[in-house]
């Protein structure tokens, strides 16, 4: 559950994320549904990441098919993890497939200091709100 919670946030700060110019239009999408994964136990391929490896400055987090692992690309580069035999396996590739994706692609970012007074995740949450 902790890791939803993050992704929740992450997808927060995506949508809430400013480019730096006004021609440097974004866009956060998604592939598949935690109501889905929660309620109906689905966890297939919504996504196949392969279709995303020549995507420039692209950005995802989410849960690799089946619940398998962890899907996270940063500026196109995939750090994508996976428990065997209770040793985390790191897997820079786009050859996995994926039962939640949270993506978009963004050129540059405008960056912005989080005040020291935001500590927890409520605060942080209605930071993001203003």
Do not use: R
Request: net charge positive; aromatic share 12%; hydrophobic share 40%.
């Amino acid at each position: 559950m902790k890791y939803f919670k993050i992704m929740l946030m992450v997808l927060l700060i995506l949508s809430c994320g400013t480019p730096q110019s006004e021609n440097n239009n974004f866009k956060v999408e998604y592939k598949g549904a935690l109501k889905n994964i929660m309620h109906k136990g689905d966890i297939s391929s919504k996504a196949d990441l392969s279709d995303f490896k020549e995507t420039n400055h692209f950005y995802a987090l989410g849960a690799i098919e089946k619940l398998k692992g962890e899907i996270q690309i940063f500026d196109s580069k995939p750090f994508n993890t996976i428990v065997v035999d209770s040793n985390l396996i790191f897997d820079k590739s786009f050859s996995k497939k994926a039962t939640l994706l949270v993506y978009t692609s963004v050129d540059k970012w405008e960056t912005t200091k989080i005040p020291d007074n935001v500590a927890t995740y409520a605060l942080f949450e209605k930071y993001l709100a203003h």
